[in-house]
């Protein structure tokens, strides 16, 4: 061998050995750093797209984009207590709105497409700062939970210290802080919103599609250590439920005259007359399924029959039903679950008979409206 050939084969050994030492190292730091990505593929692995539809994320290059539309969240798989979530976001057109829930339920709260939980507000610079919000990082408690604000204005809102967020399409850097019930935001590198005595204190993480054109990367976790939380601190756990509706079209959907039913994103909408009556049913059949289906009475002879599969028919103008509806123009929640073979349906959190001999054994949910109504938040579990 050559004395150059020596030479050149020392000086590549060398280099091999820098190159290693530094992989090693930038591994060790990574393991160190506690941090893991939530975000690694295009399939979302991970996370469940609660009330959205594929077309509404895609993930290439580490970067989340999110259109939009319809509104609605996607959520990890995961609950979480205690952690530090860091990741940054941009608008990329003015005005846009958008968000972060933590300690969040397993699906949507009723007559709305977010969850129960804590938001932390993504709003673009544009959207402009009032008494009641502002464009910099808000806190604040969504759909029954619950937290004490620092420095508030007299709500459950909280509001940060100093105006640190970019405008489009400028990247913001978010460091949230979730310990033991309380919550901490830091922009672009200094904490400037705080919140405590949180409920749920114990719950999923979701990203929040609210018409505005957004993305996300370097969306990372840390755990932190975490006691036992009561029980009514912790959000509801998953119950399997997925969305039948995609808030963009009537795919999955069967009706007679589809021009009496709108997609109005995340609302469906009945718009027939007052005398007219539509029927909407699910391509395909469940077995043993339990539904939630969110109706909204627009007028006083609005009525709505559910057919649930398995014999099961629910009608919204049985005296006994009707006792537990909200007033025309009110959301009301209608749950059907099995349970030990029987069928048992809840209006509003009250539980009600149900006749099992009128509805079809075909396990489809079908919908027969008569008069203006409006449905949303459309789920199934098996």
């Known amino acids: ?156 809102r909280a509001f940060p210290t100093q105006n640190l967020s970019k405008p489009s399409p400028q990247w913001n850097h978010y460091r949230i802080e979730c310990r033991d019930g309380e919550i901490s935001l830091a922009v672009n590198g200094t904490i400037v919103t705080r919140g405590k005595d949180c409920v749920p204190r114990k719950g999923y993480i979701c990203l929040e599609s609210e018409g505005g054109v957004v993305e996300y990367r370097n969306v990372r976790i840390k755990e932190l250590p975490g006691g036992q939380v009561p029980a009514d601190q912790v959000a509801i756990a998953n119950r399997g439920y997925h969305s039948l509706y995609s808030g963009l079209n009537l795919d999955g959907w069967d009706a007679g005259d589809t021009s009496q039913w709108n997609v109005q994103d995340w609302v469906l909408a009945f718009d027939a007359g007052d005398d007219s009556e539509g029927t909407l049913s699910t391509t395909r059949s469940f077995t043993d399924a339990d539904f939630v289906v969110d109706v909204r009475l627009k007028q006083s002879n609005s009525n709505v029959v559910i057919d649930a599969g398995q014999n099961t028919r629910i009608d919204l103008s049985d005296p006994v039903i009707a006792t537990h509806l909200e007033k025309p123009g009110r959301w009301n929640r209608i749950e059907v679950v099995t349970r030990d073979g029987r069928r048992i349906a809840k209006v509003n959190g009250n539980p009600v008979t149900l006749e099992t001999d009128g509805g079809s054994a075909n396990g489809k949910l079908v919908l027969t409206a008569s008069g203006p109504i409006d449905f949303a938040n459309l789920y199934a579990a098996e």
């Not at 020596?6 to 050995?17: D, E, K, M, P």
């Not at 990505?37 to 984009?65: C, H, I, K, M, Q």
């Not at 990082?137 to 459950?156: C, K, L």
């Open 1 to 156: 061998m050559t004395h150059a050939l020596r030479s050149l084969t020392r000086l590549a050994a060398i280099l091999l050995g820098l190159l290693s030492f530094t992989l090693t190292s930038q591994c060790r730091s990574v393991a160190e750093d506690g941090f893991v990505p939530l975000l690694t593929d295009a399939n979302l692995s991970g996370w469940v797209r609660t009330n959205t539809p594929p077309d509404t994320w895609r993930f290439e290059d580490g970067v989340l984009y999110c259109t939009g539309k319809p509104i609605g969240e996607i959520r990890t798989e995961k609950m979480y207590q205690n952690f530090v979530m860091e990741l940054e976001w941009r608008h990329l057109v003015p005005r846009g709105n958008a968000g972060i829930f933590v300690w969040a339920d397993d699906i949507t709260a009723r007559g709305v497409p977010f969850h129960r939980g804590i938001e932390v507000q993504v709003l673009e610079n544009a959207y402009g700062n009032t008494r009641s919000h502002t464009t910099h990082g808000d806190i604040f408690p969504i759909h029954g939970a619950t937290m004490t604000p620092i420095n508030g204005r007299g709500g459950s």
